[in-house]
């Protein structure tokens, strides 16, 4: 039943997407009814559908996180993409404007909307929203493996100082102050301890027995804070060290399930940064044949090829936002370390193409740059293409112990390295033409030439940085097994094999 109604929900959706935005939304029919006042009507409708459908998404998700996790926390990710990305806000911006009769600009907040309607449509009903559930997690983990790493080195501390405190006793009487401030530093730690296994309990895997090795730490410590108020801190030494070693084992456990999510994530990255790649390029050659055919009828049919071109502008832009949402991945995932950097340039010049098309302008050279951002995106998708169909073989998202994915990289450094040349090449020789046209260059040359240089410059440090961040992760040592207060190792091979003897 709760599974119809998921499913109920999501196909709402796209019914407000068929009813809102291909016409089909209730009309109002009267004779006297302006076509004005009729589209008005449309889009307050719309508007309402889609508050409704927030507050059904939210509703859903509360009835149903108990017995559907994953299906709630989709929606609850829906609703929140929904706010943030203000579409209400934009659907009444969009009906002011028609009240305006501002028909033009009414049409591209439309447009807007649509693109993000389709984006929260996909998050709704692809493996977008398994992604980000599967990113929470490992955050989740994450900040609780440095919450339990302190905790661990806390409680450390404090058997150090009851151990000094123990031989103390035994050539002078007992210090109630000391005990009693012991005992308290103690029941602190115990409490930020239960707090950290009630936030795992729920991540599933070796997080939830992480979460009952934490629970026996607590009773070890529990027991350490009644030896301490009765005066014997050599008993309690002794508890707080079996509390180390039931948190020591959380952490092995928690850094183990760590390593199972990024094995996942690793693959699922892959799969998701083909995917929108593939859809940059289509959608780009898309606008490249509109740009084409804009240009070609540019003098037959002036007034209709302008609002043409502005529309492909908007799904330039749609481009855009994809390849931002790409990088945003990238980097919270630690995908890889050169193409951010390699996809920001290409997102930079879909963006002038996308300012040229916004502004009804489109020429043989527009079309040239978009030929050139076809080859960039083609070159990042066939290089992470062969990557996607290689094994994973750690649970780490860099390039060491990892052949493939360190090809990867190399090759898109490779590329971003020749388009630098590329550039350095036409900004020397647009330099050049400037010098036979003034005989001596002065130092403050054309602003807009010196703009190109600059960039230049930041695309070669760009390559660099990339370049560094992976010889830093080539060089670096693997580190130490796990032992409450380290990293897990970068190799999780090795990691095995150390933790094996113990």
């Given at each position: 039943m709760i599974n119809q109604a998921s499913r109920f929900g999501r196909f709402s959706f796209v019914v407000i997407l068929v009813a809102a935005f291909l016409g089909r939304a209730p009309s109002v029919r009267a004779a006297d009814v302006s076509p004005?006042?009729?589209?008005?009507?449309?889009?307050?409708?719309?508007?309402?559908?889609?508050?409704?459908?927030?507050?059904r998404m939210f509703r859903l998700a509360e009835l149903t996180k108990e017995s559907e996790p994953d299906d709630a926390s989709r929606l609850l990710m829906a609703v929140s993409r929904a706010r943030e990305q203000l579409i209400i806000e934009q659907m009444l911006e969009s009906l002011n404007l028609l009240a305006t009769k501002d028909f033009s600009r009414a049409s591209d907040e439309q447009a807007q909307v649509i693109v993000k309607l389709e984006e929260l449509k996909k998050l709704l009903t692809s493996g977008a929203a398994d992604l980000q559930m599967l990113m929470a997690k490992?955050?989740?983990?994450?900040?609780?493996?440095?919450?339990?790493?302190?905790?661990?080195?806390?409680?450390?501390?404090?058997?150090?100082?009851?151990?000094?405190?123990?031989?103390?006793?035994k050539t002078n009487p007992a210090d109630p102050k000391a005990l009693g401030s012991m005992q308290k530093d103690q029941q602190q730690n115990r409490k930020t301890t239960d707090n950290i296994a009630q936030a795992v309990k729920g991540l599933g895997g070796q997080a939830t027995t992480a979460a009952q090795?934490?629970?026996?730490?607590?009773?070890?410590?529990?027991?350490?804070?009644?030896?301490?108020?009765?005066?014997?801190?050599?008993?309690?030494?002794?508890?707080?060290?079996?509390?180390?070693?039931?948190?020591?084992q959380a952490r092995q456990q928690l850094a183990a399930e760590r390593d199972k999510i990024m094995m996942e994530l690793e693959k699922m990255v892959r799969k998701q940064v083909v995917a929108n790649l593939t859809e940059m390029l289509e959608r780009q050659k898309s606008v490249r044949g509109g740009t084409e055919l804009a240009v070609e009828n540019m003098?037959?049919?002036?007034?209709?090829?302008?609002?043409?071109?502005?529309?492909?502008?908007?799904?330039?832009?749609?481009?855009?936002?994809?390849?931002?949402?790409?990088?945003?991945?990238?980097e919270d995932t630690k995908f890889s370390v050169a193409l951010p950097p390699a996809l920001k340039r290409v997102q930079q010049k879909m963006a002038v193409i996308a300012a040229t098309l916004d502004a009804s302008k489109a020429d043989s050279g527009l079309i040239l740059q978009e030929i050139a951002v076809e080859r960039d995106l083609q070159g990042l998708l066939d290089t992470f293409k062969e990557l996607s169909k290689a094994k994973v073989?750690?649970?780490?998202?860099?390039?060491?112990?990892?052949?493939?994915?360190?090809?990867?990289e190399l090759k898109v450094i490779r590329m971003m390295q020749m388009r630098v040349n590329d550039d350095t090449?036409?900004?020397?020789?647009?330099?050049?033409?400037?010098?036979?046209?003034?005989?001596?260059?002065?130092?403050?040359?054309?602003?807009?030439?010196?703009?190109k240089i600059l960039g230049v410059r930041d695309g070669q440090k760009d390559v660099r940085d990339a370049m560094d961040a992976i010889h830093q992760q080539m060089t670096a040592p693997d580190e130490p097994a796990a032992d409450g207060a380290g990293a897990q190792p970068a190799n999780q091979?090795?990691?095995?094999?150390?933790?094996?003897p113990q």
């Open positions: 004005s006042d009729q589209l008005q009507f449309q889009q307050k409708n719309a508007q309402a559908q889609m508050g409704e459908l927030q507050e490992l955050r989740a983990l994450n900040e609780n493996i440095t919450k339990l790493d302190n905790a661990t080195k806390e409680e450390k501390r404090q058997q150090e100082a009851t151990k000094k405190q123990d031989n103390l006793q090795s934490l629970g026996n730490a607590s009773q070890n410590m529990t027991m350490a804070e009644g030896a301490l108020g009765n005066g014997k801190p050599g008993d309690g030494s002794m508890s707080q060290v079996q509390a180390i070693a039931g948190m020591q003098n037959q049919q002036p007034r209709e090829t302008l609002v043409k071109i502005k529309q492909l502008g908007a799904s330039e832009t749609a481009i855009v936002r994809i390849a931002d949402q790409t990088i945003q991945l990238i073989v750690s649970g780490n998202c860099n390039c060491k112990g990892d052949k493939n994915k360190l090809e990867a090449v036409a900004v020397d020789d647009e330099r050049a033409a400037a010098k036979q046209i003034v005989a001596n260059l002065p130092a403050d040359i054309n602003p807009m030439l010196k703009d091979d090795k990691a095995q094999n150390q933790e094996k």
